[in-house]
């Protein structure tokens, strides 16, 4: 195969090399590497006739197996994996020997599925092993140590390895696959699935081609580092990717997990009209639609992937999503058990599921099922924060403690996972670490605007008058600023506060706003109605200057800035 370009200026280059890798994998039965490319070939312009790259050589090796091969290969895509290894037995090529051992591999995760589906529920305990994998190891170990193993052999033997929770050798035969091949996508992909943060990307020897930029774009959006994939899928487009399906899919999936809800949705709209029998990411689409409540369209979706392939994993999820939606969770339950027998691996689903599990207050079958998604993941931050909601339900804020912790190391800039860890720090009465978990919170951006809220309320308990104003007034100023104050419940909470600290600090002006803004709720109405008549008995008195209120600030370990008091009328929707 012609030399690997590591820049992206030579876009005809490129595309030769992905027409040579493509008939690679196919002559392998790597179905999933062969359509990766395939799709990103399509994405560039097609080639002249007299500059297609010639056939791979052949060699004498290759002329002796090849009725051998093509009658195992004709065996392989009917999915008779055993028939076809048994005619492979003997060949010497490379090309036969990866499809005699990976037939056998395949052979053996067959039967061990259709085990797992007769025998066991998902969600019961028996594990069905593999029986291929041990020989295959032990065969393709001595191989290596030969040096007699090319790079699609030393991907199957990463496979392999990884199926075997050797996880480090994995990692290592993983990246020798690489440098062998740099262009199958495949060896990639695996590996991607190993690393575990940035520090260990970081320490990867990988080879310097194009193919890395798209591995590492891959990496930034698992490990969540969405900012820095989106930028190299930019710089992805700008180098002329800009028709790839397989990009815009990618961008959707970023923004989903930075919750830019509106902007993934508009990309998933986009890539529905390029590729409309896409079934890819689907169920991702749907999870936006569930959280938009957007049921007509969900709906719709459900019908059309039913009608392209209703026994697709992706299809099962929609579907379950749709009936979530529609609180018939049982149901819902039902569809993620179904793409669980399709595809064992499928994260979403035993995530979905364990929602679905909590939704019907099944606690043991819940934790069971996001056990199950960290198995398969374990940079899954949903499955660890449900594990976490899981223990909080059962009252084991130890339990929660872990669990929250794991998903904050993941998604360290969500509040949602912050004000969880802040709720259990609480119960567990420390609440120094309480108050920094619902500062930070607030820092990094309030999606549910609860942190100021809890913040006030824990400065309350504690006495601590001043934080808990100040709190008070900062949520009150974001709640209004944002439009949503008639719709939240916890704004005459916060009026209610202020109102009695001005009147106690005798600044009646302010208290006389706050009483007034508090007869706006019903819950609060009395209070406000209460606090004017007693504001009106004390109007003669000389009112105090309200011009810097705390000035002194308690000491305590909240980084609480300093505000003046509270302005309502320039928030008065």
Known sequence: MAALCSEFGDLVEIKKQLISVISLCKERGLLHSTKWASELAFALDPLPKDELPPSAPFTEEDAQDLDALTLAKSYFDLKEYDRAAYFLKGCCSQKAYFLYMYSRYLSGEKKKDDETVDSLGPLEKGQVRNEALRELRV???????????????LYLYGVVLRKQDLLKEAVDVFVEAIHALPLHWGAWLELSNLVTNIEMLKSLSLPDCWIKDFFMAHMYTELQMIKEALQKYQS????????????ISQIAVAYHNIRDIDQALALFNELR????????????????????????????????????????????????????????????????QRALKLNPRCLGAWTLMGHEYMEMKNTSAAIQAYRHAIEVNKRDYRAWYGLGQTYEILKMPFYCLYYYRKAHQLRPNDSRMLVALGETYEKLSQQVEAKKCYWR??????????????LAKLHEQLNEFDDAAQCYMLYIQDIFSCGEQLEHAEVSTALRYLGQYY???????EASLCAQRCCDYNDAREEGKALLRQISQVRDQIETPSADLFAPLSNN??????????????FTP
Request: net charge neutral.
């Open 139 to 153: 065969e393709l170990s001595k191989k290596h140590t030969a040096g007699e193993l090319d790079g699609f052999t």
């Open 236 to 247: 992805l487009i700008e180098a002329g990717f800009s028709k790839s399906t397989y990009i």
């Open 273 to 336: 009209d390029q590729d409309p029998y896409r079934i890819d990411n689907m169920d991702t689409f749907s999870n936006l639609l569930y959280v938009k409540s957007m049921k007509p369209e969900l709906s719709y979706l459900a019908h059309n992937l039913v009608e392209i392939d209703k026994y697709r994993v992706e299809t099962c999820c929609v579907i379950g999503n749709y009936y979530s939606l529609r609180s018939q969770h049982e149901k819902a339950a039902l569809y993620f």
């Open 441 to 454: 919170a607030y820092s990094v951006g309030d999606v549910e605007k609860m942190a100021l809220l809890k």
């Open 503 to 509: 009147f106690k600090n005798k600044l009646y002006h």
């Open 557 to 570: 370990n909240t980084p609480v800035r300093r505000v003046s008091p509270l302005n309502l009328i320039s």
